[in-house]
């Protein structure tokens, strides 16, 4: 798991309290590319609209960490 991901799940449980058994989940459905984390938490329903628009801005504040397949 790389240092940006750890950043994240930090954050998904600290300021969201986004329960570990969604992130693991989340981790398991999650292609090969780990910056489409928030985006399967938001599939799956485990994050609301809401909390997907404060991970995107969490992102972009801690800067470094792309979306999207070409990431």
Known sequence: MS???TQLIGFL???L???ESAIATALRHQEQDS???PMVL???GLVTLK???RIFD???KVGNYEI????
């Not at 999207?68 to 990431?71: D, E, S, V």
């Open 3 to 5: 240092n940006k991901q």
């Open 13 to 15: 449980r600290r300021e």
């Open 17 to 19: 309290a986004i329960p």
């Open 35 to 37: 910056n489409q984390l």
């Open 42 to 44: 938001w599939q799956y």
């Open 51 to 53: 909390q997907l628009e």
């Open 58 to 60: 969490w992102l972009e």
């Open 68 to 71: 999207g397949p070409n990431a």
